[in-house]
């Protein structure tokens, strides 16, 4: 008989549910955990997901109850991944079994329309600069900031896994002006937020708004409006 171990969940691994929220608590003499609550409409009664994610380990991923997650030992969890209104919205109409279930089908919805809605190249209405990107990436990269309009891309159709970025505007040393990819990685979608998972551990949140043929990100301490190219 084989002894070998079956292997640990990972963080890039296909999910099979659908991410609300995502937030990070910082843990002394440790790491950023991330703590994660989404919802699998497939289950009837467990369709509440959550989740508990170290340095490099998936802590914990269970599926609970609506009427497990009013236990206080979730509280945490819910501050964090901002999801207690969610959750409060839930619990307003869990005794309506039918509308509870329409209602999470109409987030699944949502987040598959809102996908498709960002997929393509955006341009920012105003220019902006002396952002606070939070990176050294001058120190290695033959470059500096300028002001300018920021990019968003998004391509879900195409190979690349890393198919989501955000570009800012630059002055190349040895090539004159352009954009850099200050940020860059594989897409993901939650009800409130972008995901750029540019490594395997931790990812970038961007909260979003979507209106019509607008759209806003939180992005470097500023709520940014883009347009479509």
């Not at 998936?58 to 997650?69: A, F, H, V």
């Not at 329309?113 to 050294?136: A, H, M, P, Q, V």
């Not at 594989?186 to 972008?194: D, G, M, T």
């Not at 970038?204 to 806003?216: A, C, D, P, R, Y």
Request: hydrophobic share 35%; proline share 2%.
């Amino acid at each position: 008989m084989s002894n070998l171990k079956k292997p640990e969940l990972t963080m890039t691994e296909q999910k099979k549910y659908y991410e609300i929220g995502r937030g990070a608590k910082l843990i002394p003499m440790e790491y950023w955990h991330q703590f994660v609550l989404g919802i699998d409409p497939s289950d009837e009664l467990n369709f509440i997901v959550v989740s508990e994610v170290g340095k490099n380990e998936i802590l914990y991923r269970k599926q609970i109850s609506l009427e497990d997650i009013q236990d206080s030992k979730w509280d945490e969890l819910l501050e964090i991944s901002q999801t207690k209104n969610f959750i409060k919205e839930l619990n307003e109409i869990k005794f309506d079994k039918k509308l509870l279930r329409e209602n999470l089908n109409l987030v699944v919805e949502n987040i598959e329309n809102t996908k498709i809605k960002l997929n393509g190249n955006w341009i920012s209405i105003g220019e902006y600069g002396n952002l606070n990107y939070n990176s050294n990436f001058g120190n290695w990269v033959d470059a500096s900031e300028i002001a300018g309009k920021l990019k968003f891309g998004l391509n879900i159709d195409g190979s690349n896994k890393n198919n989501c970025h955000v570009e800012i505007p630059v002055n190349y040393l040895c090539g004159g002006d352009g954009y850099f990819s200050i940020q860059m990685g594989r897409f993901e979608l939650s009800k409130n937020q972008i995901l750029i998972w540019q490594n395997d551990v931790f990812p970038s949140m961007i909260k979003h708004n979507l209106l019509e043929n607008q759209l806003t990100l939180e992005l470097y301490e500023h709520e940014i409006k883009f347009i479509k190219e």
